[in-house]
């Protein structure tokens, strides 16, 4: 095989994947490419939608939820699983989208801030309780929070606040308005409760 062929072969495919040595075989017989590749154009349910999305095979569920379907309420802080500020659930179970590869969630049911609000406008009960006691200072970690405490009451309807703080442990928040945080996650909760 030519340097030449061997570029066209790649171009070609996208992404080509050998099962053996790039040498072996026949003279003139191209790569072979085995059965691991990615299907790049996927479907993923978002907030209760189908959304098409197409997908390169290492890009992170908060890439493509910011930067391909706008849903720019996602933060991303950290970048490396640490802060919580790019937290969604993925079938009631808060996880960093910055380390999710997307096409591992594909099929599951994907809800993020924007999917809180109902379709007419009126707040969630978390977002509500948090913004009538002024609970984030800058905001940038406020989706974070709501959503990892939106997961953790689906499993612990009625927390103490040490509970909760526990529960939510996972996410930071860089003004260290926590208190505050808490007490309007505390209110959030006792409204969902409330119904």
């Known amino acids: 095989m030519t340097r030449r062929q061997f570029i066209k072969s790649v171009i070609a495919a996208g992404v080509v994947s050998f099962s053996g040595s790039l040498f072996a075989g026949p003279a003139g017989a191209g790569p072979k490419a085995t059965s691991g590749g990615v299907e790049r154009l996927l479907t993923l349910n978002v907030n209760g939608q189908q959304r098409r999305v197409d997908v390169m095979p290492n890009e992170t569920l908060a890439q493509t939820l910011r930067g391909k379907l706008g849903l720019t309420g996602l933060k991303i802080g950290c970048d490396r699983a640490e802060c919580g500020a790019c937290t969604v659930l993925i079938d009631d179970v808060p996880q960093y989208s910055c380390s999710l590869l997307t096409h591992s969630v594909r099929g599951r049911k994907i809800l993020t801030v924007e999917g ?40 612990n309807p009625a927390p103490t606040r040490q509970e909760l703080a526990h529960g939510i442990s996972g996410n930071l928040c860089r003004c260290q308005d926590y208190d505050k945080i808490l007490t309007g996650l505390m209110r959030g909760a006792a409204y969902m409760r409330e119904g």
């Open 116 to 155: 809180l609000a109902r379709a007419d406008g009126t707040l969630h009960p978390l977002q509500r309780g948090a913004l009538e006691e002024q609970a984030f200072q800058c905001g940038y970690c406020a989706p974070g929070f709501l959503l990892a405490t939106l997961g953790y009451l689906k499993t």
